[in-house]
């Protein structure tokens, strides 16, 4: 037999959920963007797809093995950044990218191919000193390259400061693009290709390659040819696709430089790890890195021996920050990419480096809006069934437990009132999207609540039979109840979150949102339902069997009583 739980304090256990709703509702109205409205997802807003062509050098078609495994870093982009409710698919040699609500430049970022490479800069010139110097002479544009082995010209902006453990500072401010730019005026000697009926892979390949020997080449003047000639502000064909092991003509994100680079150093391979910081002292957002054993040890060799000059971190064969070393890096210390990046990008970037980068390079075609898969007529249908199963939950309870049905009602609405203002937190703050396999995690919760209302109440009428009256039977029977609520919770608990592991795509977010329901069960069950009953067992008009419908129960008591004092008497006599 259960013991009495003592002295109980309901009010306290009320205003401890009160506290809580009134916590996340002050988060909803007045932080973020303070919208009341949860984020949908694609089958039910739509969205926007880019699709991502693969680019070989040869020209030829991307192995399957290649695709899935691009697929399989970009997802892990995509549950980096918190974008939830996105879709990565291969479609042939494509891969096909949607994510929710109209941000394209959400979905190319995720697409970006995030070859790192770290090189020493052995010249650079500013683009507007160039196009000045060839309208003076155009006869001779190159003479305005820089020589090959003086460090570039520009000086960090703010070399009064050096941040601990990080040698060197920005250069000029880059701004962090998602879609490199294209050149288009590098002699290309097969750039008639797609006239002569050649196909894309053919054409995308002799680009990459007129592109590779004339910006790539060992020779000087080839080189001084490259720098003048480069145009930053269209396409690059060689995105990507550049070869670490030669020289490489590059321009800077902003497209306000051009530099002569020598060959890597240091490959993105060798990084272990990448974050955003904000740099306090010199109030910009950087990224973090820090190398593995061998990248490590190279770097602090590279910053001991070239104290002064310049190292470009270049990024899909662009220049993303291209420091002077102010000191030599201890083997192990962090280092930084510096640049004029805000919270977000500086966060996608240390995304898009620490999960590595891709095994093809790929050109993205324009975004297209995709419309609702299922709409908003599946929209009103989820709602219209989660009504109607809240409805015959409630009119169950109202039939079979009289006024504690009211409770169970009331528990009910409560319990909604903080799954909402959960479902729109998670949505501003970790990108969460509700879509309908959400919504039924959330309407079979509604079904797992009322299960332990049931199993409390259950278990005040077993304690009502052994002849207790209401007011002592809730607070054995909820002793007895909460084990039984406990475990029950904890095997749904358990197989959500092996589904959640395990499945993919939208099966995911039916396994978080049963989960989290399951979570909101136990605690609506203890700070709102066991309150409500045991104040209402205290009460004279709630204790009456015609309103608590345990009017049966307290007869069969009464029989049970009886009939054991009758078989007691004939016992004696």
């Not at 009064?160 to 701004?175: E, H, M």
């Not at 959960?422 to 959330?442: E, K, N, P, S, W």
């Amino acid at each position: 037999m259960a013991p009495s739980t003592g002295t109980v304090h309901p009010v306290r256990y009320l205003a401890l959920f009160g506290v809580l709703v009134v916590a996340l509702y002050a988060l909803v109205f007045f932080t973020g963007d303070k919208s009341a409205t949860p984020k949908l997802g694609i089958d039910l807003q739509g969205g926007t797809r880019v699709t991502l062509t693969a680019r070989t050098p040869d020209g030829s078609a991307p192995s399957q093995d290649s695709l899935k495994q691009a697929q399989e870093i970009i997802e892990t982009r995509v549950n980096g950044l918190g974008v939830s409710g996105s879709e990565v698919v291969i479609d042939g040699d494509n891969l096909v990218i949607t994510v929710p609500g109209d941000d394209s430049a959400q979905a190319r970022s995720l697409g970006q191919t995030a070859r790192l490479y770290i090189r020493p800069v052995t010249g650079s010139i500013d683009v507007a000193t160039r196009d000045a110097s060839r309208t003076a002479t155009p006869e001779a544009p190159a003479a305005e390259t820089p020589a090959t082995d003086a460090p570039a010209p520009e000086a960090p902006a703010d070399g009064t400061q050096t941040p601990q453990n990080r040698p060197f500072l920005a250069q000029d401010p880059t701004t962090p693009e998602t879609t490199p730019a294209p050149e288009t005026t590098t002699p290309a000697p097969s750039g008639d290709a797609s006239s002569d009926g050649t196909d894309e892979g053919d054409a995308a390949a002799a680009e990459i390659a007129a592109a590779r020997a004339l910006r790539q080449s060992t020779d000087p003047t080839v080189q001084q040819q490259a720098v003048a000639n480069l145009d930053c502000s269209v396409a690059d064909p060689l995105r990507g696709n550049d070869d670490p092991t030669l020289p490489l003509v590059a321009c800077s994100q902003d497209g306000l430089n051009i530099y002569l680079l020598g060959p890597s150093i240091i490959d993105g391979q060798e990084i272990a790890d990448a974050s955003s910081v904000f740099n306090s002292q010199q109030s910009r957002h950087e990224i973090s890195l820090s190398f593995k054993t061998t990248g490590s040890n190279t770097w602090a060799a590279f910053t001991s021996a070239n104290i002064g000059k310049q190292a470009a971190f270049t990024l899909d064969s662009k220049v993303v920050s291209a420091p002077t070393i102010q000191g030599a890096t201890p083997a192990g210390s962090a280092t930084s990419i510096t640049g004029s990046f805000t919270a977000d990008s500086a966060k996608e970037l240390a995304n898009t480096l620490k999960y590595g980068s891709l095994p093809l390079s790929f050109a993205a075609s324009e975004a297209e809006t995709v419309s609702a898969t299922l709409g908003l007529a599946s929209l009103q249908a989820a709602l219209i069934a989660g009504a109607v199963g809240l409805v015959l939950v409630l009119l169950y309870c109202l039939v079979y437990y009289r006024m504690l049905g009211v409770l169970t009602a009331l528990s009910l609405i409560l319990s909604g009132v903080m799954v909402y203002a959960i479902m729109v937190l998670l949505g501003r703050y970790i990108g969460f999207t509700l879509d309908l396999a959400g919504m039924a995690g959330l309407i079979i919760g509604i079904g797992m609540t009322a299960d332990s209302f049931v199993v409390f109440f259950e278990r005040i009428k077993d304690e009502m039979r052994e002849g207790r009256s209401f007011r002592s039977a809730v607070p054995r029977g909820w002793a007895r109840a909460r084990r039984t609520i406990l475990s029950g919770n904890a095997v749904s608990f358990i197989a959500a979150a092996v589904l959640y592991v395990l499945a993919v795509g939208q099966v995911r977010g039916f396994a978080f949102t049963l989960g989290l329901t399951t979570i909101l069960d136990v605690i609506v069950v203890f700070l709102v339902t066991w309150p409500l009953v045991s104040m209402a067992s205290r009460s004279a008009f709630w204790s009456k069997p015609r309103v608590n419908g345990l009017g049966a129960v307290q007869e069969v008591a009464r029989e049970r009583k009886v009939a054991a004092a009758a078989s007691a008497k004939e016992t004696r006599a």
